[in-house]
């Protein structure tokens, strides 16, 4: 077998065999195919497609790279919670401990942020003392005893895709529906997970901008999960304003510690009821759709879900008081406040540029070398629909380090339009996209 015929064969159009497939995933992680030739396939791919069985061998050829996670040691049917990401998405520190709280076992390997915030074991590692470093053992041990456990993904899970995403990102590659389905699930699949929801952002902040492009990708994503056997349904979420209130690691462990104690913003608690909802039917410990929220809702407000999450706090060896004490967590020595340059509505609040700029004030990584500063960030006064008056406090910055403070809040306020007229409602949640098809909202 040739790499030259390999993408002659895709730049004519042809459908690629499992056979080549592995061929190329074999031969490029190993460095026994060059990346000239790698570019080269990859920009055929981009050009013409893959079809519904290319994207499947894709995905298993990727996630065979390297380790896959065993985890039939863990009794009950675990499932999984993958975000395409956004601002303001802390949805596991609330979702993880709520579903657990319900006996669905939950067994999540996370990854750190690149780019606005952290990502969601920056997040936990806001919480003093608490670790996301185990062995397989007693990551294993943990969800059979306590029903969940979160920890960092290891280098040897699926090292095809980090070489593989690499060279997508420097040749133009990236925006491929079957390219990005396959390095996503296959990072899911090679964790373990014996279901999973997805759940696939959709506007300014998102990766997909476009709605019809995060159903596509869902579609993509639902339809490989299921093709290798793990039951898998993708929600279609909103993400053209920030998510919640707070955006940056310690404030945002705050918000979600305050959704499981029944105080939550109103999109956040509702995105999180949702997710976990479909979650606890593929977990099957509910029936039914309406089971599993009412079972989610009920631990909330019985408290069965904070205890889960001291529980889990104190298990991961972090300190469980935060949950009632937020002075444990890393502060910001200033609090800024950013005002209104006119009155109106709150028309639009660019998801992106709110999480640019928490990235200035170092709630973020611009280069895997930054340092997170997991005390800034930003907390939202109003949101899309609200009326403010000239003057008004439309958001407060949380800072230390106030060298691109000036910018940062510069930037903010771009981020917001202010119009006359009272905005038209977005929708949270557009639709759900499972094996039989897509049910838009």
Excluded: W
């Amino acid at each position: 077998m040739r790499m030259y015929d390999i993408i002659k064969k895709k730049r004519d159009g042809y459908e690629l065999t499992k056979e080549e497939i592995n061929f190329f995933v074999e031969g490029y992680s190993k460095g026994e195919i060059p990346d000239y030739q790698a570019s080269a396939l990859v920009m055929a791919i981009f050009l013409k497609k893959m079809t519904k069985k290319e994207t499947v061998y894709l995905t298993e050829a990727m996630m065979h790279s390297g380790d896959v996670i065993d985890l039939s040691k863990i009794e009950g049917i675990k499932v999984d919670k993958h975000s395409t990401g956004g601002v303001g998405d802390k949805t596991t520190i609330t979702l993880a401990p709520l579903v657990a709280s319900c006996g669905a076992p939950v067994a999540k390997m996370s990854g750190r942020g690149l780019g606005h915030t952290g990502g969601t074991l920056d997040k936990l590692e806001s919480i003093p003392g608490l670790s996301i470093e185990m062995d397989q053992d007693k990551f294993i041990d943990n969800v059979n005893n306590h029903k969940i456990a979160v920890c960092g993904q290891t280098a040897s899970i699926v090292p095809a895709d980090k070489k593989l995403y690499a060279l997508r990102d420097v040749t133009a590659t990236v925006d491929n529906i079957s390219l990005i389905a396959s390095s996503i699930m296959s990072k899911k699949l090679a964790s373990g997970a014996d279901a999973i929801v997805l759940d696939v952002k959709t506007g300014s902040g998102a990766f997909m901008k476009e709605l019809e492009d995060s159903f596509a990708l869902a579609k993509e994503m639902v339809d490989i999960g299921n093709g290798m056997n793990r039951e898998t349904i993708g929600v279609v979420t909103d993400m053209d304003q920030p998510l919640g209130f707070a955006v940056g690691n310690a404030l945002e462990v705050k918000e979600a510690i305050e959704t499981l104690k029944g105080n939550g913003p109103k999109d956040f608690t509702e995105l999180c009821l949702n997710l976990g909802a479909y979650m606890l039917m593929l977990a099957k410990i509910a029936s039914s759709y309406e089971e599993g929220r009412k079972m989610l809702e009920e631990s909330i407000s019985s408290g069965k879900a904070l205890d889960k999450l001291r529980e889990f706090i104190e298990i991961q060896g972090g300190n469980k008081d935060v949950v009632d004490n937020y002075d444990l967590l890393p502060k910001a020595t200033n609090v800024i406040e950013v005002k209104s340059p006119r009155k109106g509505y709150v028309s639009k609040i660019e998801a992106e540029t709110v999480g640019l700029s928490a990235m200035m004030l170092g709630a973020g990584r611009e280069t895997k070398e930054d340092k997170l500063d997991l005390g800034a960030g930003i907390v939202l006064n109003k949101k899309v629909g609200d009326f403010v008056e000239e003057g008004e406090i439309l958001a407060h910055m949380y800072v230390n380090d106030t060298t691109k403070l000036e910018s940062a809040k510069e930037r903010l306020l771009s981020a917001y339009t202010i119009s006359d007229e009272k905005p038209v409602e977005r929708k949270l949640i557009y639709g759900i996209v499972t094996k039989d098809g897509i049910k838009r909202f």
